[in-house]
């Protein structure tokens, strides 16, 4: 499987409360791992018995290596587009509340990086893209394989990218209106709704004690990417309530997982 987009260092404190404007909260715990969407998904994928390359801009900071030795940790293929880039790779501070989970981030995602490569899509049978490299996600849609979008934000490429798409899992806070075969869109612990042409239906969420919440929604779409690769083909309405669930159940698993602890859950 192919995963292309952002990948991350990420910062993550745990706390009792989630500061408001002029406080000061001190943190239980700290976490400097990789993250990001296609990261994270790549990871899950890799820790669900998958083989995954990942596609993104890391660099030749040091914080690039920290992301990538983790990456690697996990059985992650790292392609890097930039490994003579100077800068250091985008790092998201992430806050996770104690009790229920709730998180909330700040990061600079892909802003002002401008990366343009080659894809070798010759041994691909799934992509799954995140659209925060615009030029890397139009390359790698063109792969003759299913297409995953993760639609989790609306980003400009959307409306160049959306056509090539052959499934777009979207989160509910994307609202614009999606023509692609297969559609799907999570809400939190709500039940997931999908469409396949003029088919369409809900999956029920398993309910789960959350412990941290930050980045469900990337170990959701990986996990889905992963299904989709296991069937071969993309899915029909009679395949994609099966999938659904399985993604359900992995996303699951990483909730109730403080930090990073979750990728060895699912092991």
Request: proline share 7%; glycine share 10%; net charge negative.
């Amino acid at each position: 499987m192919l995963a292309v987009g952002l990948c991350t260092v990420d910062l993550v404190q745990r706390v009792g409360v989630l500061p408001v404007p002029g406080q000061k909260v001190q943190s239980d715990s700290v976490e400097l791992v990789a993250g990001g969407p296609a990261a994270n998904a790549a990871i899950t994928v890799a820790a669900l018995g998958g083989r995954v390359r990942l596609v993104t801009v890391l660099g030749a900071h040091p914080l690039a290596d920290l992301a990538r030795r983790d990456l690697e940790h996990y059985g992650v293929e790292v392609v890097d587009v930039q490994p003579d880039r100077a800068a250091p790779p985008t790092v998201s501070a992430v806050s996770v509340r104690i009790g229920d989970g709730e998180r909330t981030v700040v990061s600079h995602n892909a802003a002002g990086t401008t990366a343009a490569a080659a894809i070798d899509l010759s041994d691909v049978d799934t992509v799954l893209l995140d659209g925060h490299h615009p030029a890397l996600a139009l390359a790698a849609a063109r792969a003759d394989v299913p297409v995953i979008l993760d639609a989790g934000s609306r980003k400009d490429v959307f409306d160049e990218l959306l056509p090539m798409v052959d499934v777009c899992a979207c989160s509910s806070a994307f609202r614009d209106p999606v023509d692609c075969p297969v559609v799907t869109r999570t809400n939190g612990p709500g039940p997931v709704h999908w469409s396949v042409g003029a088919e369409s239906g809900e999956v029920p969420v398993p309910p789960v004690v959350a412990k941290d919440t930050s980045g469900a929604g990337d170990v959701w779409h990986g996990a889905l990417a992963y299904a989709v690769s296991r069937l071969g083909r993309v899915p029909d309405a009679a395949d994609l309530p099966d999938l659904i669930r399985y993604a359900n159940r992995v996303a699951g698993q990483r909730v109730q997982h403080e930090g990073a602890s979750w990728r060895d859950g699912l092991r």
